[in-house]
Nanobody, 116 residues
Framework: QVQLVESGGGSVQPGGSLRLSCAAS???????MAWYRQAPGKQRELVAS???????NVAGSVKGRFAISGDNAKNTVSLQMNSLKPEDTAVYYC???????????WGQGTQVTVSS
């Protein structure tokens, strides 16, 4: 059973920065680690992802402002969020895909609020 521990998040003014981190334990076959977010009244959406092969993907809405980085050896993933906007306000979820078993896991979510 994979367990995810998220950290970071909080409240920040527009233009500010935050860093989210997620550590996964209980698996040595994680293929994909990612961050999703869900704003009130909206569907959960992919923010950024990284694979064990080093490929990364960042949603167009945050490209140039957010950066994802992963450490395969430690099973950790971080999301550096810069130039935050009020529309970035959401609950951010860590996600992992365990390739060997074909299973997915979600973190509990961490709130990010961007407001003046």
């Amino acid at each position: 059973q994979v367990q995810l521990v998220e950290s970071g998040g909080g409240s920040v003014q527009p233009g500010g920065s935050l860093r989210l981190s997620c550590a996964a334990s209980g698996s040595n076959s994680i293929n994909i680690m990612a961050w999703y977010r869900q704003a009130p009244g909206k569907q959960r959406e992919l923010v950024a992802s990284t694979t064990s092969g080093g490929s990364t993907n960042v949603a167009g809405s945050v490209k140039g402002r957010f950066a994802i980085s992963g450490d395969n050896a430690k099973n950790t993933v971080s999301l550096q969020m810069n130039s935050l906007k009020p529309e970035d306000t959401a609950v951010y979820y860590c996600y992992v895909f365990e390739n060997f078993y074909g299973k997915t896991y979600w973190g509990q979510g961490t709130q990010v609020t961007v407001s003046s």
